[in-house]
T-cell receptor, first 114, second 115 residues
């Protein structure tokens, strides 16, 4: 069975600086998708970025980018120029190519220091 | 208006009561999901449905049932609520994959407390 591990329960960063959140996963499949979701205190679950495993190029969305290392089964999220509005829980999620079920990590709480 | 709407937003009830959580969507997606979120555990899938006639159990379906009344509506029931079902419940939808894996889109959640 697939598993997703987020080893950092909490991270903090100074406003305007860069922070990286870690995610590792375990799978025997070669085709899959990976996602980062953000959950602010308002409790909405918001898609931040996604990556297809067959793509070698790392996904980017404005200040958010990933470092996808398929062989290492690692999928970290980098947030550049951190803003106060980035404060939230961040969840990493895995989905196999053939199965629509998402497997979730336990989340990392990101604190932004002004 | 929200694309995925959950009602109620919050609910407090007593052990043994029957509870229904409702979800409706205007995104036109075929696929709908129910999750529960507990502190420190991330989200866990309860049930999912790929169309009105296709309903599947997820990781933690015991104690829950669902109904897909229409493409746009998917409700979750707790037949006899117990305190360890206290959690934040999310409904989500997704489109069919094209050349990309389609992400899931979430409602705002229902916070359920069972006393």
């Amino acid at each position: 069975a697939q598993t997703v591990t987020q080893s950092q329960p909490e991270m903090s960063v100074q406003e305007a600086e860069t922070v990286t959140l870690s995610c590792t996963y375990d799978t025997s499949e070669s085709d899959y998708y990976l996602f980062w979701y953000k959950q602010p205190p308002s409790r909405q679950m918001i898609l931040v970025i996604r990556q297809e495993a067959y793509k070698q190029q790392n996904a980017t969305e404005n200040r958010f980018s990933v470092n996808f290392q398929k062989a290492a089964k690692s999928f970290s999220l980098k947030i550049s120029d951190s803003q106060l509005g980035d404060a939230a829980m961040y969840f990493c999620a895995y989905r196999s190519y053939s199965n629509y079920q998402l497997i979730w990590g336990a989340g990392t709480k990101l604190i932004i220091k002004p | 208006d929200a694309d995925v709407t959950q009602t109620p937003r919050n609910r407090i009830t007593k052990t043994g009561k029957r509870i229904m959580l409702e979800c409706s969507q205007t995104k036109g997606h075929d696929r709908m999901y129910w999750y529960r979120q507990d502190p420190g555990l991330g989200l866990r899938l309860i049930y999912y449905s790929f169309d009105v006639k296709d309903i599947n159990k997820g990781e933690i379906s015991d104690g829950y049932s669902v109904s897909r009344q229409a493409q746009a509506k998917f409700s979750l029931s707790l037949e006899s609520a117990i305190p360890n079902q206290t959690a934040l419940y999310f409904c989500a939808t997704s489109d069919r994959d094209n050349q990309y894996g389609q992400p899931q889109h979430f409602g705002d959640g229902t916070r359920l407390s069972i006393l």
